[in-house]
């Protein structure tokens, strides 16, 4: 019997007052090492969380390189193909060129400013307009043009009868539907000349023009 009654009060024995302390103690004990565990288990996670949120910020900031350095290699292989489509493909021409149209739309609103296709469509149109570092080899490239197009037919040459000579004098092309390899000196000519090619063939056509800015350099 671990309790008494005197005068209507209940006691509890001395000797037993310290194992009811003791009980007490290990049940708080208990509680707070179930406290502390579950504590070291939410920290491990907050800290796998925190590895793995720095791990997407970092594949992220790649991605977003990645991304930086794709949109770069797309507006250097357009301004490319802008430039050699008139047959200007020396890289240091290509530069002059470039850094002209950069100089010629310094100052011009998002409105206003003209592509690099479009503004040199117009230097080599009117080569004797065009600036100074690039006019001597627009000039160069307008007299090679002009010297180099064919001569008016005469008018009374009918229409199918230049078909019909056409026919006979074009021999049969048995490789026209073949697609170049990559590797090829034709590939990019052609990706330049066909947009639709370009389109189906854009990942291999901006690699190879990387290779060959590459063997270039």
Known sequence: MNEIEHEGKTYILKSQIESIIKERVGKVAQRATIAEEALAQAESRLEKAEKAMSSVDILNQQLS???????TAERRFERYQSISKHGLTDPDLIEAIE????RSQ????EKERLTLSDWLDTQVENPDKAPLTIRPHLRALREVVTSTEDPPVPQEV????QMAELERA??????SG???????PSFLDRALKDPDFYAA????????WRHRQRRQG
């Open 170 to 175: 074009t021999p049969p092309r048995t490789n």
């Open 65 to 71: 390189d990645m991304q930086t350095k794709l949109n």
């Open 178 to 184: 073949a697609i170049p390899s990559p590797d090829s």
């Open 106 to 109: 310094k100052g011009a609103s």
């Open 201 to 208: 063939n854009r990942d291999k056509v901006i690699e190879a």
């Open 99 to 102: 850094w002209s149209y950069e």
């Open 158 to 161: 009918s229409t199918q009868a």
